[in-house]
């Protein structure tokens, strides 16, 4: 199933993070390590953000996913499924209206 994570930095924390000299080389090998289908970064709320797009095989692998960012981000983190379009296509065509 494909899911949605959102992982939000607080400022304290991302201020603490982002001065590193690992932090990239850590965030690489956390985004590799996961093959993720997409990773972006932005703001969301005032925070540092990542979203990243997974295919999640099975729902027991969530915690691997989301300790990383809890213990060594300090995120507060969010996993949702997602669709792509042709997933939606596929709901709405199996939906009985």
Not at 73 to 86: G, R, T, Y
Request: proline share 7%; no cysteine; glycine share 4%.
């Amino acid at each position: 199933m494909r899911v949605l994570v959102r992982a939000m930095i607080p400022t304290t924390a991302g201020n603490k993070i982002v001065k590193d000299p690992s932090f990239l080389k850590n965030l690489e090998d956390y985004i590799q390590k996961f093959n993720y289908e997409a990773s972006y970064f932005t703001e969301v709320n005032g925070n540092r953000t990542m979203v990243f797009v997974l295919d999640l095989p099975s729902p027991d692998m969530i915690p691997a996913i989301a300790e990383p960012l809890f213990q060594g981000f300090d995120a507060n983190v969010e996993i949702h499924p997602a669709m792509n379009l042709d997933d939606l296509k596929k709901a709405i065509s199996n939906m009985k209206v």
